[in-house]
């Protein structure tokens, strides 16, 4: 059974940052493209970054600068780290699970909340 498990997610004060953290299980990890998603009240999905498992990581470009995605396939892990937050970053953020080589094999977390706000 494949899991995503998001953490991190909170109430943070306009300018503060959170990490947040997808710890994957049931999959082999290296195989996988990971990254973050994001989805505000009215709003598509829209992606964030994603990493593969060698290589830079890839952001959408209205999030290059503020957040850094990271993964370590020793823990399963992709982690984002979110800096200089603003309201209208408020979202649910998720996690997904792409296979590299095959169309159709991904996965998604629960998601979690964040909400940035004075």
């Known amino acids: 059974q494949v899991q995503l498990v998001e953490s991190g997610g909170g109430l943070v004060q306009p300018g503060g940052s959170l990490t947040l953290s997808c710890v994957a299980s049931g999959i082999f990890f290296p195989s996988y493209i990971m990254g973050w998603y994001r989805q505000s009240p009215g709003s598509q999905r829209e992606k964030i970054a994603t990493?593969?498992?060698?290589?830079?990581?890839l952001y959408a470009d209205s999030f290059k600068g503020r957040f850094t995605l990271s993964r370590d396939n020793a823990r399963n892990t992709v982690t984002l780290q979110m800096n200089g937050l603003k309201p209208e970053d408020t979202a649910v953020y998720y996690c997904v699970a792409r296979h590299f080589n095959r169309p159709g094999d991904d996965y998604w977390g629960q998601g979690t909340q964040v909400i940035v706000s004075s």
């Open positions: 990493i593969r498992d060698s290589g830079p990581p």
